[in-house]
């Protein structure tokens, strides 16, 4: 059994920051990408980030030179640092991440439960 658990989502303010993170546990023999989803009241879910196990990292357009993706591989968490934040970021963020339970298994994506970030004066 796997499971994701986000932290850090709350209200702030237009212009201000907030730090989310996910940590993995269970029985996990590896992790692949790791990535933050979010989705906004009547829209789809969209990508905002992600990460490979190398550290590659991959932005949508909307979020680029505002929001870094990290990741601790020794402690199975991903981090959403956010910078500058608008009231369009407004939404449930989502983790995710490809796991592998065994050396033979075959990867497969796991979710957080969500955590509501809400920009506001």
């Known amino acids: 059994q796997v499971q994701l658990v986000e932290s850090g989502g709350g209200l702030v303010q237009p212009g201000g920051s907030l730090r989310l993170s996910c940590a993995a546990s269970?029985?996990?023999?590896?992790?692949?990408?790791m990535g933050w989803y979010r989705q906004a009241p009547g829209k789809q879910r969209e990508l905002v980030a992600t990460?490979?196990?190398?550290?590659?990292?991959n932005y949508v357009d909307s979020v680029k030179g505002r929001f870094s993706i990290s990741r601790d591989n020794a402690k199975n968490t991903v981090y959403l640092q956010m910078n500058s934040l608008k009231p369009e970021d407004t939404a449930v963020y989502y983790c995710?991440?490809?796991?592998?339970?065994?050396?033979?298994?075959?990867?497969?994506?796991?979710w957080g439960q969500g955590t509501q970030v809400t920009v506001s004066s």
């Open positions: 990460i490979t196990s190398g550290g590659s990292t």
């Open positions: 269970g029985s996990i023999f590896s992790i692949n990408a």
């Open positions: 995710n991440a490809d796991i592998r339970t065994g050396p033979s298994h075959r990867v497969y994506r796991y």
